[in-house]
C-alpha cells in the first residue's frame, strides 16, 4: 500500500522534475505553466498528466504535433520506481527513509541537467547540501557528525584533483559527492568508487567506439555515474562495507 502510494507521489513529483531540467539550464523561472517547445501553446491540465497523457498524445504536441521527449515519460518513472524501492526497502527506518527519498529527488534533475549540457547547477547541490544539514540534524542528530564527515572528505577527495587539474573531474562532481556524503553517511564511499568505475568504463567504451582522437574530446559527465552509485550505495551500501570490512 504505503509502496504504490510512494510510486504515486513520485509519478507527481517526476513531472515536476521535468519542469526543473527543462528549465534550469536556460535560467528560466520553475514557477508557471509548461508551454510546448515547438509552438508555444500551453499544456493543458488533462494533456499533464504524468506518463499517461505522453502515452494518450503518441508522444506528441496535441497542438502543432511536434514529438515530445521520451525524456519526459522516463524522468517520472524513473522518479516513481526509485520512489517506490526505497519506501518498500527502508520503509521501518525513518531517517534513511526521509533522506534517501529527499536526496534522489536531488539527484534525478542533477543527472538529467549534467547529461544535457554537462554542468551540475550549484543551486541544486545547495539547497541539497542545506535541506541534508536540517533534515539530518533533526532526524538523527547522534548521526550527524558522521554524516558531515563523510561530506567533507567526499567533497575534498574529487575536489582537490579538480582544483589541481581543472580539465578532469569538475567542481560540480566534487560538491555532488560532499552532498552525497551529508546524505549516506559512510556508505558515500561506495557510491565514489562504483561512480568512478562505472564511468570510468564508459569512458573506455566510448573511446573505443569513437576512436583515441574523438573519444578523448568526448567529456564525461560524472553527475550520472555519481547518482548511480549514490542508488546502489542506498540500497547495499551497508552490505558492501561489512563485505570489505570482513574481507580485509
Ligand atoms: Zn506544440
Redesign the pocket.
Known amino acids: 500500500m504505503y509502496v504504490a502510494i510512494a510510486a504515486f507521489a513520485g509519478l507527481i513529483i517526476g513531472s515536476f522534475l521535468n519542469v526543473v531540467i527543462a528549465r534550469e539550464p536556460k535560467g528560466e523561472s520553475i514557477l508557471g505553466r509548461s508551454h510546448?517547445p515547438?509552438?508555444?501553446?500551453q499544456i493543458r491540465v488533462r494533456d499533464n498528466i504524468p506518463v499517461l497523457s505522453w502515452l494518450l498524445l503518441r508522444g506528441r504536441?496535441?497542438?502543432?504535433?511536434?514529438p515530445i521527449s521520451k525524456q519526459y515519460p522516463l524522468v517520472e518513472l524513473l522518479t516513481a520506481i526509485l520512489y517506490a524501492l526505497i519506501v518498500a526497502v527502508h520503509g521501518d527506518d525513518t531517517t534513511q527513509l526521509v533522506l534517501d527519498l529527499v536526496l534522489v529527488t536531488f539527484l534525478v534533475p542533477i543527472t538529467f541537467i549534467d547529461l544535457d549540457v554537462q554542468r551540475i547547477p550549484n543551486v541544486l547541490t545547495a539547497s541539497a547540501a542545506v535541506l541534508g544539514l536540517i533534515l539530518g540534524t533533526a532526524l538523527d542528530p547522534g548521526g550527524e557528525v558522521e554524516r558531515l564527515i563523510a561530506g567533507a572528505a567526499a567533497a575534498a577527495f574529487l575536489g582537490l584533483p579538480a582544483l589541481i587539474n581543472p580539465k578532469g573531474m569538475g567542481l560540480g562532481d566534487a560538491k555532488l559527492t560532499g552532498v552525497m556524503g551529508l546524505y549516506l553517511g559512510a556508505a558515500v564511499a561506495p557510491a565514489i568508487l562504483i561512480g568512478l568505475v562505472t564511468g570510468v568504463v564508459v569512458g573506455i567504451g566510448v573511446v573505443a567506439m569513437r576512436g583515441m582522437a574523438d573519444g578523448r574530446r568526448t567529456r564525461i559527465p560524472f553527475g550520472p555515474f555519481l547518482s548511480f552509485g549514490a542508488v546502489v550505495a542506498m540500497f547495499w551500501g551497508q552490505a558492501i562495507i561489512d563485505w570489505y570490512l570482513d574481507t580485509f
Open positions: 510546448c515547438g509552438c508555444g501553446a504536441c496535441r497542438d502543432c504535433g511536434e
